[in-house]
């Protein structure tokens, strides 16, 4: 099993899930999201905050434990970002693309989810890369 910064990977996944608190916020893309996904205010109410925040943040830490490895024991800070940008864009971002043409989901669905995972990995890996 390749070394990992444990703490970083900590780090990393809290400063991914602050960045998605703010991204799905009302301040950034909160209305344009709900719109795409086609929920209501009342849906948005009615779920289980435990369950959703807490499932969100264990599934970062997965995400920031398996990008650590991949990227390996200290990255280089530039290398670590830039490995970041591509594989949220490149990645996760064009996956998402492909669903959401086959299911025939909404552009700003797309920037919007795309976006955030393209800024979440690139956070991560920034944190990753500067923690020494």
């Avoid at 943040?57 to 990008?67: N, R, Y």
Wanted: contains cysteine; aromatic residues 14%; charged residues 10%.
């Amino acid at each position: 099993m390749p070394e990992v910064n444990w703490l970083a990977v900590i780090a990393a996944a809290v400063s991914s899930f602050i960045v998605g608190g703010l991204w799905y916020s009302p301040v950034m893309f909160l209305k344009a999201w709900q719109r795409g996904a086609g929920l209501t205010d009342a849906q948005l109410q009615g779920g289980n905050p435990a369950k959703i925040y807490g499932g969100a943040l264990v599934l970062s830490l997965i995400a920031a434990a398996v990008f650590a490895m991949f990227l390996g024991p200290k990255p280089e800070v530039g290398f670590a970002t830039s490995a970041g940008f591509a594989a949220g864009l490149c990645w996760v971002a064009a996956s998402f693309g492909i669903n959401y043409l086959f299911e025939r989901k909404s552009l700003t669905l797309f920037l919007v989810n795309g976006g955030y995972h393209t800024v979440q990995f690139t956070v991560i890996g920034l944190v990753l890369g500067l923690w020494k």
